[in-house]
């Protein structure tokens, strides 16, 4: 079964950075991506970031141009990078994988790292 552990976060002034990790375990075969979330009180867990397999990246509109994401493979890990941060990014961010087979997440979640970004 695969595992999310995600870290990085913290507390940072707008317009700071900070850079999140997510290390995956167990078997990843059967995917094809993986995603950087974020569920911020009263809201919608909303689906940031996505890296497939090939390489290719997408973003939301709203982190287009601050926040990048990458993937070490040899580490089985996937980083978050955000500039330019602003208070509205605060919320809890998680990773997920995406089956192959329908373009699903898991429903298995990590704990999450906090990014809280103050005015």
């Known amino acids: 079964q695969v595992q999310f552990v995600e870290s990085g976060g913290g507390l940072v002034q707008a317009g700071g950075s900070l850079r999140l990790s997510c290390a995956i375990s167990?078997?990843?075969?059967?995917?094809?991506?993986i995603g950087w979330f974020r569920h911020a009180p009263g809201e919608q867990r909303e689906l940031v970031a996505i890296?497939?397999?090939?390489?290719?990246?997408d973003y939301v509109d709203s982190v287009r141009g601050r926040f990048t994401v990458s993937r070490d493979n040899a580490k089985n890990t996937v980083y978050l990078q955000m500039v330019n941060l602003k208070p509205e990014d605060t919320a809890v961010y998680y990773c997920?994988?995406?089956?192959?087979?329908?373009?699903?997440?898991?429903?298995?979640w990590g704990q999450g790292t906090q990014v809280t970004v103050s005015s």
């Open positions: 890296i497939l397999n090939s390489g290719h990246t």
């Open positions: 997920n994988a995406r089956r192959s087979i329908n373009n699903t997440f898991f429903n298995a």
């Open positions: 167990g078997s990843t075969s059967g995917t094809n991506a």
